[in-house]
């Protein structure tokens, strides 16, 4: 699984190129620590370091759902030239920004995120979650009271993304998403509802072709997630 890892598409050119490699690297889109503005402990490359000793561990988790050796094919074509697009969002004003963009606004709050997420469940959730280069936050506030959202998703060929929803404290919200997924896709979501926040988030899927999804919830004090 090691040489997995190693697998890389002819590397394009420009800027956006440039921030997916710095966001890999565990910085932001201009090439500063995405861990800590201040220069401390980097955070996120701690992050995939612990996902990355996962994915390497022996034996391999088999999934029930899945084939093992249709997972490896899919980790070895993952690209990182494969840059991730925002979800489409209509229905409410919802906050939504890159990940180089969002590590750059709010890294305290994806901070504490990424510290509370759980295990991940196998090597293969591990290695979207080590190896990452682009991906999106979504943030439903105030602004979202008592509505559903609709958020349209299309993972592009290759990529290897993460997604975060932030529901922010109180806020009574629903998410309806339609992800249709390119053949090899490989991205990791995160919920993250916030205290007293009451949230919902419905995915219906259209694939062309395999792909890989994984998804947790982290619940703050009094919050509720269907």
């Given at each position: 699984?090691q040489?997995?890892q ?8 420009g800027?956006?190129?440039?921030k997916a490699?710095?966001?890999?690297n565990g910085?932001t889109?201009?090439?500063?620590d995405?861990?800590?503005?201040t ?5 996120l490359?701690?992050?995939r370091q612990k996902?990355?000793e996962i994915?390497?561990s ?22 990182a030239?494969a ?6 969002l209509?229905?409410?004003k ?7 963009q969002?590590?750059e606004?709010m890294?305290r709050?994806?901070?504490?995120i990424?510290?509370?997420e759980?295990r ?11 190896n ?6 979504v943030v439903l506030?105030?602004e979202?009271?008592?509505?559903t ?7 592009r060929?290759?990529?290897c ?6 529901f ?6 629903t ?8 053949e090899?896709?490989?991205?990791s ?9 009451s ?17 947790q ?9 269907a």
């Amino acid at each position: 699984m090691q040489e997995m890892q190693k697998t890389a598409a002819q590397k394009p050119k420009g800027p956006e190129y440039k921030k997916a490699m710095n966001l890999a690297n565990g910085k932001t889109a201009s090439g500063a620590d995405a861990g800590n503005a201040t220069g401390n402990e980097n955070w996120l490359s701690a992050y995939r370091q612990k996902n990355r000793e996962i994915f390497e561990s022996r034996p391999v988790k088999k999934s029930k759902y899945t084939s093992i050796t249709k997972l490896e094919e899919m980790l070895k074509g993952a690209q990182a030239k494969a840059l991730q697009q925002v979800p489409e969002l209509s229905g409410a004003k919802v906050a939504v920004m890159g990940f180089a963009q969002a590590l750059e606004e709010m890294p305290r709050l994806l901070e504490e995120i990424f510290s509370r997420e759980e295990r991940a469940k196998d090597q293969f959730e591990a290695f979207v979650n080590a190896n990452f280069a682009t991906g999106f936050v979504v943030v439903l506030g105030k602004e979202c009271e008592g509505k559903t959202v609709e958020a349209g998703l299309k993972l592009r060929q290759g990529v290897c993304a993460k997604g975060i929803f932030i529901f922010e404290k109180g806020v009574n919200a629903t998410v309806f998403a339609r992800v249709f997924g390119a053949e090899g896709a490989l991205y990791s979501e995160t919920v993250f509802v916030q205290d007293g926040a009451s949230a919902g988030l419905v995915r219906m899927h259209s694939a062309q072709g395999k792909m890989i999804t994984y998804q947790q919830c982290i619940l703050g004090k009094d919050a509720r997630f269907a």
